[in-house]
């Protein structure tokens, strides 16, 4: 088999990949069990896109994501033990438990927030990719959003105004079939959202959304296109939830089918990776059962850190409503 | 005495500021080399460029959910929406990220950001160009609101609102936008929440907003010779200094509030309602309310002059409460 990647790239993308999957399923547990406050969307086979595309960023580039939103903030470098105790409404988490799921901040290494809104993140890439280059800074931003965001005025408005700006962002539309319960093609004549860009004034390309490598390169190619001058791209990354909606929802509703869901499963991205690094890079049953034993290992001590972190203090509930006065000029993200 | 109009007392003060903080930008529609559909921004774009006067598509929505992500980022962005009544379109950029990111990181992000519209009503504006729709906002955690009657107060309060590390919705009446009045000194700084006395009196309080702030001046001088009538800006609306409007009650024991939104859930409301739990036994008479009828804005002149509280009326109102 042709090598795709180095060694050490190739592992690096599986874990991510691998840590995103045991995070969610760990979660998805907890929450049946219910441990945590609150239901979750969770990326259960998707993993291969948000893995791909934040190879391909540094920490000072920006990325706004969904409500389904733990893989791209896990991929961007989030800490298993904050974004797990932010689930769980403990003061430990990225927003001291006040955020949640669905709203993930860490300016430290570019998470410019997980949303409650479907398209309520694409907006502020712009201002975000517009923001680095006006401060010179080299970042650019990325907008992660789902098919369903696709039909929104926020997708419309701001791939408009990035292109016409010049603005350094990439907008990775992910396209799992699905908003909610309801078929892109049915609510749109057409469900080919890459074609989209060229309404825009910009390069769309469509990207097998199973397959890490394949999003990587055009993620590096936008990428390298945004960091040069070369404005925004969009990338529609075809790809499938192989859970429900949200935690608590069942897989299989009137939208899709038990078999669909295997044969998608069939391209699990973590089962093809898996493949990849055994028939390219000769990795025996062993060394990925380390990796797996390892990264388990991760998710179960931020299970315990979460547990066993305290509550926010009650007496702290009006604090941050405002941002107090010090904090005006703010400073670069 | 030098005097300056209330537009370009505004416009002065963003130019003053953006040539103290580089971060400052703005985006609006024909806000650029054009200066504005009210000559808001006349001269801007020719002394701070293109990159920092971004004229935009009509997309309310985008670009004040850009704003919002710039400023998340370093920057301190200005989102001009021409009229307010066109921040609908946008109100989901404000009120759920604007105004929550702060609260919702923990505190770990601010976004400092100025939301400017102009408001209110203007002869032959109808519909879609009439809005005075402060109470949206005064109802969301999170955001400040600003409004003003006179020019060194609008310049003293622009340049706060670019300094202040939150969202602030900075309204300006567009009846306003050509009175002039004595010019501020350069330095000038007005500080958030604090209530401006505009004429001081001993039988009623009026509590103005706006435009409402020149009527009831001019209701207060027409009953002077038999009512002693204490007229009272709160320039912010959030913070709102209602110490100062408990102040002035306890000393005149009425209180009339005018108020151009309409009436329910109104910046009257809940001044009456604030002053109902605070001060009750200092009163001597009902509060009472002078609001908007609650229609849309009308285009024949004559519907159009019942819909808001004139000078005669407020006149009305306060001899009304000195006969309690």
Redesign the interface.
Known sequence: MTKRASREEAFRLYETMLRIRLFEMRAGELCRKGEMPAFLHLYIGEEATAAGICSELDRKD?I?STHRGHGHALAKGADPKRLMAELFGRAT???????GSM?I???DIGI??T???VG?????????????K??GSGGI?VAFFGDGAVNH??FH??L??AA??DAPVVFVCENNLYATATPLRDVTKNDEVATRASAYGMPGVAVDGQDVFAVRDVAREAVRRARSGGGPTLIESKTYRFVGHHEGDPPVGCYRTAEEIERWKERCPLKLMSAYLREAEGASEADLDEVRARIADEIEQAVEFARSSPWPDVATLT???????Q??????? | MSTISNLDAVRDAIAVEMRL?P?I?LFGEGTGERGGSFAHTKGLWQEFGP??L?D??V?E?????????????????IADMMFVDFIA?AM??LV??AA?????????????MVVRASMGSVRGAAAHHSGCLYPWFMHI??L?VVTYSNPADGYGLMRTAL????PVVFLDHKALFGVRGEAPQPDLLVPFGQAAVCREGRDVTVVAVAAMVPRALEAAESVASDVSVEVIDPRTLVPLDMDAIFASVEKTGRLLIADEAYPVCSFASEVAAAVASECLYDLDAPVRRLNSAPVTHPLSPPLEEAVVPSAAQIADAVRELMAE
């Open positions: 920006q706004t988490g990225f927003s001291g438990g006040r955020g709203h901040y860490a300016r410019l927030g949303n409650g809104l309520g993140g694409i907006p502020s890439a712009v201002g975000a990719g517009l923001s680095a006006l401060q931003a005025g926020a408005e701001s408009n105004l016409a700006l604090d941050h409503v405002l941002a107090p006065a904090a005006a000029g703010g400073g670069p993200a | 903080n971060r930008i990159s920092r971004i935009t598509p997309s929505l985008g670009f004040v959910g850009a704003a919002v992500g710039a400023a998340a980022t370093g920057m301190h962005p379109d989901s950029q759920n990220q929550k990111l702060h609260y919702a990181s923990g505190g770990k992000v601010t976004v400092p955690p999170g400040k300094r202040d590390p939150n």
